[in-house]
């Protein structure tokens, strides 16, 4: 009874804590806290019928996806309680907006101050970000991308205010008050790179266009620490007024959508091979010189073109999907499956993003020779583009595995602190890292994307052109292309993903995705100061 008697003389107010900020690696806003405002209304005050207060102000507070007559009857049910003397109304209104009703003059309505998030580049790596939404008690919640993995940081904690009322409901001004103060969100401080991931977004919109594909990502990272530096998707959304797109939109390709790989995925059972010792670049493929029967399928090369006795080098360079059975076959399952493991097939690769998805490998005990053989060249295994990024970035890093990182330190009011990156595993010798990278280089320099290489810059890449399998069988005419490729190649100053949903100028990666690799990678070469080699 005691309780319920305090209930009836007092009235509490929760205090919000300003949520924190997202930043580039140079310290500017990726996101930035704004001033919006929450619409209030003082029965006491209000002269006019409710449901003519609720018409005026509807058509004003209603976002794009909200229907005026909807707000209308909301509004009303709000606006005619009898039982309530302060009432909020609309929170996160704009300035605007704002302007508007005021020019209305309507009696007791009325505005307090309240943060909201603003976003200075718009739609730019806003997968990666994330976005503030409501939860189902009405709270500010993240949502995807680093808002929604660093959400209790970036919240704080709220405070709370307490005052006593009279039997009316009005304040007591000689009461007893009560004041928890609310505690600031934490400022996430990250490796991005604004300029790089600029352009990759422009650079990204350019080849979908021009190339006639549904989407597509960029993804770019320094492969000696992790770090992300930029990562773009499209289609995007607009973080700031995430509530007109649809919710298919929000998910991050880049950490959640899975695809089977492709010929980028040779140079991983590639390198697998070199390390176990089961071949070295100049082996030579026996079973190379025509099509492949294992079991009841035909495994033929991509252009149908054979060479007898083909080298390790040239079945890289070549792209040879018969090659790649044999080093398969040298591999065997169990190999094959631990090496997998090791580069990070099949889990989490532990990104600090909400979201990620990945899809299990089978049980090895269960791989028949037909796996074995496909997996070998990309096809019956399916990763997400950071774990494909991930386990190249091993390659590019001297043999040791890394997690992908966003955020590179904690700031608030005073002090910092430095997320410092998961010490490396080594899964591959630097033996084996080093050959994989020669012949990765020659492959880009020899290989069918050749016509797109720049003379002098040390590149080392692989195209990929994966068929995308529908309904149990592989469409020849839809198919995702991608080319992965560090540069320098000897000491790698960024490692870059690029991927096309269904282009339809071509179907081929050499002459989609390698093209537009290479067009961001000229302005990677300068940004770096990356010189070309005689």
């Known amino acids: 009874m005691a309780a319920q008697a305090r209930g009836q003389y007092e009235v509490g107010t929760k205090l919000e804590a300003n949520r924190g900020s997202i930043m580039a690696s140079d310290k500017t806003y990726l996101v930035a806290k704004s001033k919006s405002w929450l619409v209030t209304a003082n029965q006491a005050e209000i002269k006019k019928d409710p449901t003519e207060v609720a018409n005026k102000l509807a058509p004003l507070l209603i976002t794009q996806d909200e229907k005026v007559e909807t707000e209308e009857l909301r509004l009303k049910e709000l606006l005619s309680k009898k ?8 929170h996160k209104v704009a300035d ?10 309507l009696p007791g309505i009325g505005f307090e101050e309240e943060e909201s998030r603003s976003y200075p580049e718009a739609s ?7 976005f503030v939404g ?5 709270e500010d919640t993240g949502y995807f991308g680093l808002e929604g993995y660093y959400d209790l940081a970036l919240a704080g904690k709220p405070g709370f205010l307490s005052s006593e009322k009279d039997a009316r409901g009005a304040p007591i001004f000689l009461g007893k008050d009560r004041q928890a103060s609310a505690v600031g969100g934490i400022n996430l401080v990250t490796h991005i790179d604004k300029g790089i991931a600029i352009l990759a977004e422009q650079k990204l919109k350019e080849g979908i266009e021009k190339y006639g594909a549904k989407g597509g990502s960029v993804i770019i990272t320094d492969p000696k620490n992790g770090a992300i530096i930029a990562s773009s998707s499209y289609p995007a959304y607009d973080p700031g007024k995430y509530s007109d797109f649809t919710n298919d939109l929000f998910r991050d390709p880049v950490v959640a959508d899975v695809f089977e790989p492709g010929s980028v995925f040779k140079v991983i059972i590639m390198a697998a091979a070199l390390d176990a010792g089961v071949v070295e670049p100049q082996t030579k493929c026996d079973i190379c010189q025509g099509p492949l029967r294992v079991d009841k399928y035909l495994i033929e090369t991509w252009n149908k073109e054979y060479r007898p006795d083909s080298t390790m080098v040239d079945v890289i360079v070549h792209s040879d999907n018969v090659g790649m059975t044999f080093v398969g076959q040298k591999l065997g399952a169990e190999k094959l499956f631990d090496y997998l493991e090791k580069f990070g097939v099949g889990e989490k690769t532990g990104i600090d993003l909400q979201g990620e998805a990945f899809a299990k490998l089978r049980d090895k005990n269960s791989w028949s020779v037909v796996d074995v053989a496909t997996i070998s060249f990309g096809q019956g295994v399916a990763v997400t583009p950071i774990q494909m ?19 590179d330190k904690l700031e608030s009011d005073g002090w910092d602190q430095e997320i410092k990156p998961a010490k490396g595993e080594r899964i591959i010798s630097e033996d084996a890292a080093n050959k994989i990278t020669a012949m990765m280089v020659e492959a880009a320099r020899s290989g069918e994307s050749k016509w797109t290489y720049l003379r002098g810059f040390n590149v080392a890449g692989k195209t990929g052109t994966a068929q995308i399998p529908i309904a149990g069988h592989y469409d020849a005419e839809k198919t995702i292309a991608s080319f992965i490729g ?4 000897n000491n790698p100053k960024f490692l870059m993903l690029v991927t096309l949903r269904e282009p339809t100028s071509s179907p081929w990666a050499s002459e989609t995705a390698a093209p537009l690799w290479y067009s961001i990678a000229k302005d990677l070469f300068l940004h770096y100061g990356i010189q070309p080699k005689d």
């Open 96 to 105: 605007e907006a704002k302007k508007n009703i005021d020019a209305l003059q």
């Open 134 to 138: 409501k939860n189902k008690e009405g």
């Open 83 to 90: 039982d309530a003397v302060w009432i909020p109304l609309k």
């Open 389 to 407: 990024v991930r386990a190249v970035g091993a390659i590019a890093n001297q043999g040791v595995i890394l997690i992908p990182q966003v955020v």
């Open 124 to 130: 730019t790596a806003a997968h990666l970000l994330g």
């Open 486 to 489: 560090f540069a320098p190649a």
